[in-house]
């Protein structure tokens, strides 16, 4: 779900901080819903693994608040682009050799 929130969000031209906020949300209630989905059905290594990548981001989500005031936003679409394209090469190179 994340590449078409970033692709919507840049298609729309979103200033780069109402994008990012934006994103974060998205990230953050799609990982309360699998929190609950986990806790539902006990499964515990998931919600551990599941808390543990959630923690990571939260380290990227502070770690990219403090960068994102230096990054003009010309060089951040082009980031956000080239990350949509390693994404789509993974996908197709995914389905292409299964």
């Not at 109402?18 to 929190?35: R, T, W």
């Not at 806790?39 to 543990?52: A, E």
């Not at 403090?66 to 197709?92: D, F, N, Q, S, W």
């Amino acid at each position: 779900m994340s590449p078409i929130l970033i692709i919507y969000a840049l298609t729309k031209r979103y200033p780069k901080e109402e994008s990012i906020v934006f994103m974060n949300l998205s990230f953050l209630l799609g990982k309360f819903s699998q929190l609950a989905v986990f806790l539902l059905m006990g499964r515990w290594l998931g919600l551990m693994t599941l808390l543990y990548t959630t923690a990571a981001a939260l380290g990227g989500f502070y770690l990219g608040a403090k960068v994102r005031k230096h990054i003009p936003e010309r060089t951040y679409v082009g980031i956000v682009r080239g990350m949509l394209l390693l994404i789509a090469v993974a996908i197709v190179v995914r389905y292409t050799y299964t």
